[in-house]
């Protein structure tokens, strides 16, 4: 094998070597970028969401609330409500068990047995 050759040969080893290992490097760079941005974009992300939930928690809060706050007030005025109307079918209950009472004493009088007469002796 004559020296040109071989010259050739190493060369052509030595450029293979050289492309082979600029493209690892150049490999490794880019995924570490990529790893860097991803790295910086999931913490953006995770900020961001973190903060979302936040304000949905406070707003949630808020309105869990103001709800409360309504249905206890519609319920208060319920109860009074209930309680006007039980009050009043209350009373109509009892004038009309009185009328019926009173209704029942003047039936029984006209079904009841013949009055006989009393003639004084005089």
């Given at each position: 094998m004559s020296a040109d050759t071989l010259t050739i040969i190493v060369s052509a080893i030595g450029v293979v070597l050289t492309l082979g290992a600029s493209l690892f490097a150049a490999g490794a760079w880019m995924i570490r970028r990529i790893d860097e941005r991803l790295g910086t974009v999931d913490h953006r992300l995770s900020t961001g969401i973190d903060t979302v939930e936040e304000k949905l928690a406070a707003r949630i809060g808020s309105v869990e609330e103001k709800l409360a706050a309504r249905i206890g007030s519609v319920e208060d005025k319920l109860t009074t409500r209930i309680d006007s109307v039980e009050e009043k079918l209350t009373t109509h209950i009892d004038a009309v068990a009185a009328d019926?009472?009173?209704?029942?004493?003047?039936?029984?009088?006209?079904?009841?047995?013949?009055?006989?007469?009393?003639?004084?002796?005089?």
């Amino acid at each position: 094998m004559s020296a040109d050759t071989l010259t050739i040969i190493v060369s052509a080893i030595g450029v293979v070597l050289t492309l082979g290992a600029s493209l690892f490097a150049a490999g490794a760079w880019m995924i570490r970028r990529i790893d860097e941005r991803l790295g910086t974009v999931d913490h953006r992300l995770s900020t961001g969401i973190d903060t979302v939930e936040e304000k949905l928690a406070a707003r949630i809060g808020s309105v869990e609330e103001k709800l409360a706050a309504r249905i206890g007030s519609v319920e208060d005025k319920l109860t009074t409500r209930i309680d006007s109307v039980e009050e009043k079918l209350t009373t109509h209950i009892d004038a009309v068990a009185a009328d019926v009472t009173d209704l029942k004493i003047a039936v029984a009088r006209l079904e009841g047995p013949p009055r006989h007469l009393l003639v004084s002796g005089s």
